[in-house]
């Protein structure tokens, strides 16, 4: 079993910058892929970022890709999303993600084996 728990969200202005982390707690949490994903009011959860358990492999989706940075830290077991130059329709609620196949996240998100309760980023124009 693998628990997860973000932090980090908030309210922030266009252009401005927030990093979020992912907590990852269990005895194999640091073998696995990471990832985030968003869901926006009245819109399907959307993959936004994935990290390999080496990290040696990142995977954005487009409308991130230039300004978010997935990271981790395997001895404190957390993942981060570092985002820069917000914009408004950035606005959703994050969910950090964990599977131990990187290409589930894009393939069958809904099959992901571990996902946390989510944390609120707020984008105003």
């Known amino acids: 079993q693998v628990q997860l728990v973000e932090s980090g969200g908030g309210l922030v202005q266009a252009g401005g910058s927030l990093r979020l982390s992912c907590a990852a707690s269990?005895?194999?949490?640091?073998?696995?892929?990471m990832g985030w994903f968003r869901q926006a009011p009245g819109k399907e959860r959307e993959f936004v970022a994935a990290?390999?358990?080496?990290?040696?492999?990142?995977v954005y989706a487009n409308s991130v890709k230039g300004r978010f940075t997935i990271s981790r830290d395997n001895p404190k077991n957390t993942v981060y999303l570092q985002m820069n130059s917000l914009k408004p329709e950035d606005t959703a609620v994050y969910y950090c993600?964990?599977?131990?196949?990187?290409?589930?996240?894009?393939?069958?998100?809904?099959?992901?084996?571990?996902w946390g309760q989510g944390t609120q980023v707020t984008v105003s124009s």
């Open positions: 993600a964990a599977d131990l196949n990187v290409h589930v996240f894009i393939s069958s998100p809904y099959e992901t084996d571990y």
């Open positions: 269990g005895r194999t949490a640091s073998t696995y892929a």
């Open positions: 990290i390999t358990w080496g990290g040696g492999s990142l």
